[in-house]
């Protein structure tokens, strides 16, 4: 990569390989779970399977904190990144043993894996360019382009490996969905290997470890992970101890809720705690109001657009015509249309701002945007199911308008969103609301699962509207209030 260093080669492929393995399977795991037991799935309810998924991807992001925090004051970001990558691919080759226990298994390794290498491997990308500005920035972009890549890359081959495909009546794969499972394993391990060979091109980047000589405070945050990890297990058994005797009944459905209803609580006390005793002037509160909404519109916001794995990908496999001049297309390859369209659109996009100059909306603007196009895009997807039924599958070009909304509107809300909280935060306290700004991603994706679950309960129409609904409301709201979010945030730095 001309005029880049030469680690950032390796970290592109890294994340490439991460993110096929976790969107290959993503793109496998609600239509496994409710398979029936004879197609070789898990037979769950939508219901059931929409509150795992909404678990599972949630906790994905959640653990991106304790992830950063482990190789902060532990591991080091490049240490952490290797780890994390052994984990996952661990995590994918448990889901390819057919067996319940090791399905749900692999599925917490994954989280654990991706929470110490998601949020590290970008560390590691800002490392390479010490001395930042606009190289920086273009590695950056550089590095997205993996991501993307992989996500695209992805659900082509472990779908086809786990659904199969025909072409004609000469070529016919009838494919396992453990195939597919394994295929994202053999991903990861790819990704690891390039790693860890790439070690001389990352030189000095990656190594730090906050306060590493200081042996007293490496005891103290052993001890700390100890500890949480202890605490974490007890619970475990104590739930596994109280359900086994009545006491309670967990589902995960329960679990979904509940875990919805602490992640809500948990933002709103640290915000109220911030807004009373938190020692901010009163610019800095004005600017923690307009963080606060930015952090329902971007729950809003996801809950809407990651139902992509849920209740789209549902529809994909149970409503959509994939049957194209005599070829059966696996309804998992639909899930590369978003990353297809990030790949072809983000150019345009970024031209369109600097076009713009001193036009550019402002950040109320841009959030509106992207909720209206989610909207949009599910408007489109709903108007499509009120033709689909039993006896008559639609076009996929149904969910292929559906997902250009939803990717232009990703384009106009997730970049804004890390620079604004960047750009609103106390110099003091950028971290943990960063931290707080994963959590809104990770309600989200909870949210879309649960959403997903509706797929059987709701008629289509209904339940696709309602998101419109949501969704556009929210960006009308912010419209609405642009001006007082823009006197809220006054001049930025």
């Known amino acids: 990569m001309l005029g880049h260093p030469r680690g950032l080669q390796t970290l592109f492929f890294t994340e490439m390989w991460e ?254 705690w911030l807004l009373a005793a938190g020692g901010l002037d009163t610019l800095e509160k004005k600017r923690l109001g307009v963080i606060i909404c930015l952090f329902i519109g971007s729950a809003i916001f996801w809950a809407g657009f990651e139902q992509a794995g849920s209740s789209l990908n549902l529809f994909a496999d149970q409503l959509t015509n994939l049957n194209i001049l005599g070829w059966a297309m696996p309804s998992s390859w639909l899930q590369s249309v978003n990353p297809l369209f990030i790949i072809l659109l983000a150019p345009v996009f970024g031209w369109l701002w600097v076009w713009l100059a001193h036009r550019e909306p402002s950040i109320p603007v841009k959030f509106a945007l992207g909720l209206l196009l989610l909207a949009a895009g599910f408007l489109v997807v709903a108007w499509g199911a009120s033709f689909a039924g039993a006896d008559h599958k639609v076009s996929p070009m149904w969910l292929v308008m559906t997902y250009f909304f939803h990717t232009a509107g990703e384009l106009c809300l997730s970049p804004v969103g890390l620079s604004s909280v960047t750009k609103l935060s106390p110099r003091r306290l950028v971290g943990q609301m960063m931290g707080l700004w994963f959590t809104a991603t990770a309600l989200g994706n909870l949210m879309a699962g649960l959403m997903g679950g509706l797929f059987e309960k709701l008629a289509l129409p209904t339940l696709f509207g309602s998101v419109a609904l949501l969704a556009g409301g929210t960006g009308v709201l912010f419209l609405l209030f642009t001006p007082w979010i823009r006197r809220m945030i006054g001049p930025l730095r």
């Open 19 to 272: 993110r096929f393995s976790y969107y290959g399977m993503r793109a496998l795991l609600i239509l496994f779970m409710t398979a029936t037991i004879e197609s070789e799935g898990m037979g769950l309810t939508t219901e059931t399977a929409g509150a795992i998924y909404g678990l599972y991807v949630a906790l994905v992001y959640l653990m991106a904190l304790p992830g950063g925090w482990i190789a902060d004051r532990l591991l080091g970001q490049r240490q952490a990144v290797f780890v994390g990558g052994c984990i996952i691919a661990a995590g994918h080759f448990s889901m390819a043993i057919p067996a319940t226990a090791t399905f749900f298994s692999g599925l917490l390794l994954i989280t654990i894996g991706t929470g110490l290498l998601k949020p590290n491997v970008s560390a590691i990308v800002a490392d390479l360019y010490p001395e930042g500005g606009a190289r920086r920035d273009a590695g950056f972009s550089i590095f997205y382009m993996g991501i993307n890549l992989g996500a695209f890359i992805g659900p082509l081959i472990c779908g086809a490996l786990a659904q199969g495909f025909k072409m004609g009546s000469w070529i016919e794969f009838s494919g396992n969905w453990h195939y597919g499972f394994g295929a994202a394993g053999f991903g990861m391990v790819a990704g690891v290997i390039q790693y860890r060979l790439g070690y001389p091109g990352l030189k000095d980047a990656g190594l730090r470890v906050v306060h590493a000589q200081h042996p007293t405070a490496v005891r103290d945050a052993r001890r700390k992970l100890g500890r949480g990890l202890l605490l974490g297990l007890g619970l475990a058994l104590l739930a596994v101890g109280l359900q086994a005797m009545g006491v309670i009944q967990l589902t995960a459905e329960k679990v979904a809720n509940g875990t919805g209803v602490f992640i809500v609580g948990l933002a709103a006390v640290y915000f109220a």
